[in-house]
């Protein structure tokens, strides 16, 4: 990852946490704004607390992008992978969906 964008790879390193849950519940959590990161408080700031540097500094950088950017990185990712995920995330109806969690995420942080 260079230091101060993302990328495809970026996303694909981390394909299996997009995928971990199927499509169905993510594009109903989605149309109903659901707030992820309250869901999973502890495992979250459990993990955060293993992060290495490398990965704050990612982590850093996705809490700091514009949503538009994220979104067309998760565009391309479901070009690439055809992840029915990445496609949900990637739709520009979504923006608010993807908003809400990364400031809640970046509370946490």
Known sequence: MSDETLTYEDIKAYESLFIKTP??????????????????DSQIKSRLSRLNDSQRA???????SDVNDLQKLLAIA????????????ADPKNKEFIRLNLEELKKIV
């Open 23 to 40: 499509s169905f519940v993510l594009s109903a959590m989605v149309k109903r704004k659901t707030n992820l990161i309250s869901k999973f």
């Open 58 to 64: 990612k982590l850093d950088i996705i809490l700091n």
């Open 78 to 89: 479901y070009e690439n992978s055809k992840k029915k995920q990445y496609k949900i995330l």
